[in-house]
């Protein structure tokens, strides 16, 4: 789906690959890609939460519920791309 890049403009796309939930932790892995002036990674927790988490699990609420993320980022056939990878509790 066609989202908002989080520096406010621009569009960029970004897909849920999976969501999983084992003994009370979340796991949800995020692909985005598009090119835009800013790029495709963001280490802050509390923008990427309100970017992509709310975005892909209605449930999440609080982005302090967050306990780990990982990314892998590059570029394929010239577009960049970032794969997410969140861990929070639920």
Do not use: P
């Given at each position: 789906?066609?989202?908002?890049?989080?520096?406010?403009?621009g569009?960029?796309?970004?897909?849920?690959?999976?969501k999983?939930v084992k003994?009370?932790?979340?796991?949800?892995?995020?692909?985005?890609?598009?090119?835009?002036?800013?790029?495709?990674?963001?280490?802050?927790?509390?923008?990427?939460?309100?970017?992509l988490?709310?975005?892909?699990?209605?449930?999440?609420?609080?982005?302090?519920?967050?306990?780990?993320?990982?990314?892998?980022?590059?570029?394929?056939?010239?577009v960049?791309?970032?794969?997410?990878?969140?861990?929070?509790?639920?």
């Amino acid at each position: 789906m066609k989202i908002k890049h989080y520096a406010g403009y621009g569009t960029v796309t970004a897909n849920k690959i999976s969501k999983t939930v084992k003994n009370g932790i979340c796991t949800l892995k995020v692909h985005v890609e598009g090119n835009h002036e800013y790029g495709l990674f963001r280490d802050d927790l509390y923008d990427l939460s309100n970017w992509l988490i709310k975005r892909f699990d209605r449930a999440f609420t609080d982005y302090r519920s967050i306990i780990g993320m990982e990314y892998d980022d590059g570029y394929k056939n010239d577009v960049e791309y970032c794969n997410y990878t969140f861990q929070y509790e639920v």
